[in-house]
């Protein structure tokens, strides 16, 4: 069985978590992964600090590419195909 569950926590200062999980989930071995995302961090991005990140242009000397959204919507395409 695999089960998300999802739980907002600041982190203190001493970095410890107390998780106390919901009474359904069952006793017993399991793994517990831990994913860190700032909402702070993506609620500051703005369309002009996206402009000055090495990902904006990217492609821009590639000579093999010679419409770069037909490459990218056939990298998603292809994408798309592999994890089906």
């Known amino acids: 069985m695999v089960r998300i569950v999802n739980l907002n926590t600041d982190i203190p200062a001493n ?34 600090e996206l402009a000055d990140s090495e990902f904006f242009g990217m492609w821009r000397d590639r000579a093999d590419i010679k419409d ?15 994890s089906a």
């Open 15 to 48: 970095r410890e978590l107390h998780i106390l999980l919901p009474a359904d989930i069952p006793t017993g071995p399991a793994e517990i992964v831990v994913v860190v995302s700032s909402s702070a961090d993506s609620a500051a991005s703005t369309l002009g």
């Open 68 to 82: 770069s959204f037909e490459f990218a919507r056939d990298l998603r395409s292809q994408g798309w195909k592999r």
